[in-house]
């Protein structure tokens, strides 16, 4: 009788000891340079002051808003738990982002935003998965970055059917329809 319970106490202490919780959340401290750098904010959306970057004159193109999404993790361990905190923002590069001196109109600038919207919604979308997922110490390394490059891929995704079915913002019906949808899915995270 002995033996068995310490084969359960050894079991018990082994469940407790391998609890693992992760924690999964939004930021703004990066080591992307503060004066370069705009974090998402539903509330403040992108001005042609933002767009910092030297423009290509030739070509058709009249704008390109540089954005995208990343993530910080960090783990530790103590009183019998682990935990996995990961950092995620989601960012727009002024130096890289550009307009043509003589395109900048509020429907193009509406477009751009755009793209801004996507980053942030493809963001949520991989926090949400995050969330589903049973990590530990011991499949963090491997689960994390398959999931970010699977979102980062689905980014390019959607930023390239945005770009090919609006013919960059030129098709004003579709970028109508892409407004529309656009609007609803944040309407659906920002709640």
């Not at 477009?111 to 919604?121: A, C, G, N, P, T």
Request: hydrophobic content about 35%; charged content about 20%; some cysteine.
């Amino acid at each position: 009788m002995t033996r068995y319970i310490f084969i359960f106490i050894f079991l018990f202490a082994t469940k407790v000891q391998g609890q693992t919780v992760t924690n999964v959340y939004w930021t703004q401290e990066t080591t992307m340079p503060a004066n370069q750098t705009i974090y998402y904010n539903p509330a403040k959306p992108l001005v042609w002051d933002d767009f910092q970057g030297a423009p290509t004159l030739t070509g058709r193109v009249a704008a390109i808003t540089m954005s995208g999404f990343g993530y910080k993790a960090s783990s530790r361990s103590g009183n019998g738990k682990e935990e996995i905190n990961i950092s995620i923002y989601c960012y727009f590069s002024k130096p890289k982002s550009w307009v043509k001196p003589d395109k900048k109109n509020d429907y193009i600038l509406s477009h751009e935003q755009h793209h801004f919207d996507i980053s942030y919604l493809v963001a949520t979308m991989f926090a949400e998965k995050l969330k589903q997922q049973s990590l530990s110490f011991q499949n963090v390394n491997t689960i994390l970055p398959k999931i970010y490059k699977e979102c980062t891929d689905l980014l390019d995704k959607m930023q390239d059917e945005y770009d090919g079915q609006t013919q960059n913002g030129q098709l004003k019906d579709e970028q109508m329809k892409w407004h529309k949808t656009l609007l609803s899915r944040l309407a659906s995270v920002l709640h």
